[in-house]
C-alpha cells in the first residue's frame, strides 16, 4: 500500500476524531449550562393573594389549601372552540410526568363560571384523566375569578363582544400560559404553552424543572 492512501486514512480517522471530540464537549458544555441555568434561584415575580373559589366537588378552595405545596396554574372554559383542549391536554400531559414522589398540584380556572358549574367541571375533568386529588377545577363569581386569575396569576381573560364573535361558543380571548406557584403562595415562573415556534414538550421540561427546584425550597 502507497504511503498517501495511509496518510489519507490517518487524516479521515484524525478528522472523525476531532469531529466527536468537539461534539462530546458541546454536549458537555450545554449539560454545564444547563445545570448552571437551573441552579439560579426563580424569581419572585409576586405575591398571590388569598383567594375563595369553588372547585369541581362543590368544595371550598383557599389560597391556604395550597400553602404548603408547589402548584401550576392555567385558565380555560369548558366549551371553548380554541385552545383550551389543547392546552388541558397539555396539563395531563404535566400531570402524568409528575415524579411519583411529586407533591405539586394542578390548579384551572375557568373564565365562564355562569356555564361552567362545579358539576359540568367535573365532567371536563373526567373528559381528560384528571386525577382529582392532584388536579382541581375551579370557579366562582366572576370578580373573584378576576381577582386570582388576572390582578395575581396574571391570566388574562375578555370576553367578546357579541359582534366578534365566530360561532356561539366564541366567547372569550385568553391567556395560553401556564403559571408556576410556590409553597408560600408567590408566582415565580410563566410559560407561554402555544404559538409559533413553541414546543410542547420542552415547555413541560421547564415546568418539570421549576417545580423540582421549588419542592427543595423550604
Known amino acids: 500500500m502507497s504511503a498517501q492512501p495511509l496518510k489519507t486514512s490517518r487524516l479521515v480517522w484524525l478528522g472523525l476524531g476531532l469531529t466527536t471530540a468537539l461534539l462530546v464537549l458541546a454536549f458537555l458544555l450545554a449539560a454545564l449550562n444547563l445545570r448552571a441555568g437551573l441552579g439560579k434561584p426563580l424569581p419572585v415575580i409576586s405575591q398571590v393573594a ?3 373559589l369553588t372547585n369541581q366537588n362543590g368544595q371550598a378552595v383557599t389560597l ?3 400553602r ?3 402548584w401550576v396554574g392555567d385558565i380555560i372554559f369548558t366549551r371553548c372552540p380554541g385552545p383550551c383542549l389543547k392546552m388541558t391536554r397539555q396539563m395531563r400531559d404535566l400531570q402524568q410526568s409528575l415524579p ?3 407533591h405539586a398540584r394542578l390548579v ?3 373564565t365562564d363560571p355562569e356555564f361552567d358549574t362545579p358539576a359540568v367541571l367535573k365532567t371536563y375533568a373526567g373528559r381528560f384523566g384528571a386525577d382529582l ?3 382541581c377545577f375551579l370557579t366562582g363569581l366572576k370578580p373573584q375569578i378576576a381577582a386570582l386569575g388576572r390582578d395575581s396569576l396574571k391570566l388574562t381573560a375578555i370576553e367578546k363582544k357579541p359582534e366578534d364573535r365566530q360561532s356561539p361558543d366564541d366567547l372569550f380571548i385568553h391567556s395560553t400560559i401556564f403559571v408556576l406557584v410556590d409553597k408560600q403562595g408567590r ?3 410563566v410559560f407561554e404553552t402555544s404559538g409559533e415556534g413553541i414546543d410542547p414538550q420542552h415547555v413541560k421540561s421547564q415546568i418539570l424543572a421549576g417545580i423540582r427546584r421549588l419542592e427543595r425550597e423550604s
Open 108 to 110: 384551572t380556572l375557568t
Open 187 to 189: 408566582l415565580r415562573g
Open 50 to 52: 388569598d383567594f375563595t
Open 64 to 66: 391556604a389549601d395550597l
Open 133 to 135: 386529588n392532584r388536579w
Open 100 to 102: 411519583s414522589g411529586s
Open 68 to 70: 404548603g405545596r408547589v
